[in-house]
């Protein structure tokens, strides 16, 4: 059962900037730490970014800098505010608990298409 619905992806150039949401289920999001994870053509699904529910985040060195996690835990909602896009992030992005565990479903993702 998807129980989490990720928004806000699309087309940009490279150098822009785009800003993911993510709603969960307010029975799933409580006070476990949560992340970003992406899936780029033909690689594994990796570690964006991870907030945990005291704001504590850590970043992927490759995103270090440029992408920013947040949580409205109010909202049950998620966010990853991404600039200086670059088309090495173009991927499918996803949203989960951090680590998602065997039995997690995964949403559908949002696609984040860089072009240089």
């Known amino acids: 059962q998807v129980q989490v619905r990720e928004s806000g992806g699309g087309l940009v150039q490279a150098g822009g900037s785009l800003r993911l949401s993510c709603a969960a289920r307010?029975?799933?999001?409580?006070?476990?730490?949560w992340a970003w994870y992406r899936q780029g053509p033909g690689k594994q699904r990796e570690l964006v970014a991870g907030i945990t529910s005291g704001g504590i985040t850590n970043y992927a060195d490759s995103v270090k800098g440029r992408f920013t996690i947040s949580r409205d835990d109010a909202n049950n909602t998620m966010y990853l505010e991404m600039n200086n896009l670059k088309p090495e992030d173009t991927a499918d992005y996803y949203c989960?608990?951090?680590?998602?565990?065997?039995?997690?479903?995964w949403g559908q993702g949002t696609q984040v298409t860089v072009s240089s």
């Open positions: 989960g608990p951090d680590p998602p565990g065997s039995t997690w479903v």
């Open positions: 307010r029975s799933i999001f409580g006070i476990i730490p």
